[in-house]
């Protein structure tokens, strides 16, 4: 089973930066792997998806030019760039990968391997 571990959550101000790490544990190359957010009370949300072999990126469009999200290959980590934080952005942020083939990538039912989840709070 895959693994996924998170990292570079914090406390930041609004207009501040952060980047968040996902180490998975293996991958298959010609898959995606994507981030989620989910704030206090609300639905997991869908953020950004890359294929791992490159070619194709899609963004909520809650976060279209500010979040970028890449992959490096040689170390298995996904990354997701976060500029111009809003404390809307706040919350808990989940790394997911291999989701099932044929599905839609902004479902959270398309995916079965999720990490443990990162918090980001942006403060106003």
């Known amino acids: 089973q895959v693994q996924l571990v998170e990292s570079g959550g914090g406390l930041v101000q609004a207009g501040d930066s952060l980047t968040l790490s996902c180490i998975v544990s293996?991958?298959?190359?010609?898959?995606?792997a994507s981030w989620f957010r989910q704030a206090p009370g609300k639905e997991r949300e869908f953020v950004a998806a890359?294929?791992?072999?490159?070619?194709?990126?899609i963004y909520a469009d809650s976060v279209k030019g500010r979040f970028t999200i890449s992959r490096d290959n040689t170390k298995n980590t996904l990354y997701l760039q976060m500029n111009n934080l809003k404390p809307e952005d706040t919350a808990v942020y989940y790394c997911?990968?291999?989701?099932?083939?044929?599905?839609?990538?902004?479902?959270?039912?398309?995916?079965?391997?999720w990490g443990q989840g990162t918090q980001v709070t942006v403060s106003s």
């Open positions: 293996e991958r298959t190359f010609s898959n995606y």
């Open positions: 997911a990968a291999d989701p099932i083939s044929g599905r839609a990538l902004y479902l959270t039912t398309t995916y079965n391997n």
């Open positions: 890359i294929k791992w072999s490159g070619g194709h990126i």
